[in-house]
């Protein structure tokens, strides 16, 4: 099993990932299989480094960069590949449970919520993480315009088991925002506004 090193070289990774999907061509299967390979690699436990590397791509890729990377997460979305990190389903604590793949904005969203008193992710957390994710969508129109129509979809689909209403309800709201303008830091607002509203 893949283990964190206890000074992780975040820059050098998302190099290696704009690299990859610049040299590979984000609009073909070979940068797409690479980002696939990452996620496979780190496994689920290390599945939020994958997201780190994903905002340190953001905070200092080229914008060029940053949309290539870009491209690549929504060519992965269009074939069904996006890379995804498992959480137990919604309602399902105990060892063994089923889980349920999560893409990265999805994944964040559930981590917010505070399932048993307490979240994985703080609002400030949250907020930081998925915007800088949400940030380097943004660096290409299609792609938030089709990754922010996956989130509706997911927040529609109470069949799904994945998530409870009421990060659902939060997604939506998310999904909304995003959708109508290229404002990350506003739409992870919406999401974090939805939840404090939330009956607990």
Not at 136 to 150: G, K, N, Q, V
Not at 174 to 200: E, I, K, T, Y
């Given at each position: ?97 089923q889980r ?90 919406a999401f974090v ?8």
């Amino acid at each position: 099993m893949a283990e964190l090193l206890a000074q992780p070289r975040w820059v050098e990774a998302a190099q290696a990932l704009i690299g990859g999907c610049v040299d590979l061509g984000p609009r073909q299967d070979g940068a797409v299989a690479l980002m696939e390979a990452v996620c496979t690699g780190l496994g689920d436990q290390l599945y939020p480094a994958f997201l780190r590397v994903l905002a340190e791509v953001n905070q200092r890729g080229e914008y060029a960069a940053r949309a290539a990377v870009a491209q690549t997460l929504v060519q992965a979305l269009s074939q069904g590949r996006l890379p995804s990190g498992s959480r137990a389903a919604w309602g399902a604590w105990q060892p063994g449970a089923q889980r349920r793949s999560l893409g990265p904005i999805e994944y964040l969203c559930l981590a917010a919520w505070p399932q048993r008193g307490q979240a994985d992710l703080s609002p400030e957390q949250f907020q930081t993480l998925a915007g800088a994710v949400m940030e380097l969508l943004d660096c290409d129109a299609e792609a938030r315009r089709l990754y922010a129509d996956h989130l509706a979809a997911v927040a529609d689909d109470p069949l799904d088991g994945t998530m409870p209403r009421e990060v659902r309800a939060g997604l939506r709201a998310l999904a909304h925002s995003w959708r109508g303008q290229p404002d990350a830091s506003q739409a992870c607002m919406a999401f974090v506004d939805s939840l404090a509203r939330a009956p607990r």
